[in-house]
């Protein structure tokens, strides 16, 4: 017979209790965009962190975009080896020239890094982690490499990276290369390196599709957060 308000535990049972949501803990909104223009994505992530006060919820914008080339803020458009009419912006970020396009996640994080009291190299850590446990999901290795920010699989890099602080909220983020056309790689100097391979799931023998990457992406990113 069923009681009410009475929950059976075995005695050796261990249930960790869950942590409560603290300053130390902000929220973190989730948003799909789907397929976005890169400058109309561009202009809404400065917008959102001009406009943004010490209430206002951090968010991380999950999306992909139409080909397109970007160039840092300090980018030689030099890396831009030959036109093949992808169009190129100019943007706010760090680093040099990278591609975007379909079959790709593009993971925006919009923080309050004071709030969080998160230091941007950190941040960097954590995406990088975030991308590396991807990977792992897998069975599949990641790796860093100091010097260049972004996520290796082997020799090829799989996850790209570049951030913006302004007012000490950040914005711009990672790139997650899934299953996508490679070959607008081979027209640039990718983040800026001569000859660098290129990689993603697809050729790496994950068969994931964008969405699913980018709801593991999200929740691996999320879980980071929530532990600093």
């Known amino acids: 017979m069923k009681r009410e308000g009475f929950t059976a535990t075995l005695p050796d049972a261990r249930r960790a209790p869950r942590p409560a949501r603290g300053p130390n803990r902000p929220a973190l909104a989730v948003r799909h965009r789907g397929l976005t223009l890169y400058e109309q994505a561009y202009d809404e992530m400065r917008r959102f962190t001009a406009e943004r006060t010490a209430a206002t919820p951090d968010e991380l914008w999950l999306l992909e975009h139409p080909s397109v080339y970007t160039l840092g803020q300090a980018g030689d458009p030099q890396h831009l080896l030959r036109a093949n009419g992808i169009p190129i912006v100019r943007t706010d970020r760090g680093g040099q020239i990278t591609y975007h396009g ?121 879980r980071l957060l929530a532990a600093e």
């Open 102 to 222: 379909p079959g790709q996640v593009v993971a925006y994080t919009l923080l309050d890094l004071r709030r969080r009291a998160l230091a941007v190299r950190r941040l960097v850590w954590l995406l990088e982690q975030a991308a590396i446990e991807l990977l792992a999901d897998w069975g599949l290795a990641g790796e860093r490499r100091a010097g260049a920010p972004g996520v290796y699989a082997g020799a090829a890099k799989v996850a790209a990276l570049g951030l913006r602080v302004r007012s000490g909220c950040c914005y711009h983020g990672l790139a997650f290369n899934v299953d996508m056309d490679l070959a607008p790689f081979c027209d640039i100097n990718p983040c800026g390196y001569a000859g660098l391979a290129v990689t993603q799931l697809r050729d790496l023998g994950a068969p994931a599709g964008v969405r699913a990457a980018a709801g593991a992406l999200a929740a691996h990113l999320a």
